[in-house]
């Protein structure tokens, strides 16, 4: 059984940073392409990026492309996004996701989902 469990996010000031972690069982973790999602209230989810079986980055959003940072450690099956000068407008629900085709911004094709993890920016 397959199981992908997001960190506690948390309320943070605009400005600071904060990790997000996203650990998988039960799949063969370095065979997933692995991507982090946000979803704010009133909106879809989007893409935010993707880090491929090899390690290769692919930053989605370009209001993240700078500030945030996303990575993987194989050994742990654990996926990372560091995010940093965090800005009130990042205030959204977080998700991973692993699919085992290719990187994708899109929600679809992404099988294994975490269960989200609120992060909110005060300002």
């Known amino acids: 059984q397959v199981q992908v469990v997001e960190s506690v996010g948390g309320l943070v000031q605009a400005g600071e940073s904060l990790r997000l972690s996203c650990t998988a069982s039960g799949l063969t973790f370095d065979n997933y392409h692995m991507g982090w999602f946000r979803q704010a209230p009133g909106k879809e989810r989007e893409g935010l990026a993707c880090i491929g079986r090899n390690g290769f980055r692919i930053y989605y959003l370009e209001s993240v492309k700078g500030r945030f940072t996303i990575s993987r450690d194989n050994a742990k099956n654990t996926l990372y996004l560091q995010m940093s000068s965090l800005k009130p407008e990042d205030t959204a629900m977080y998700y991973c996701?692993?699919?085992?085709?290719?990187?994708?911004?899109?929600?679809?094709?992404?099988?294994?989902w975490g269960q989200g993890t609120q992060v909110t920016v005060s300002s």
């Open positions: 996701a692993a699919r085992y085709d290719y990187c994708s911004s899109s929600e679809y094709g992404y099988k294994y």
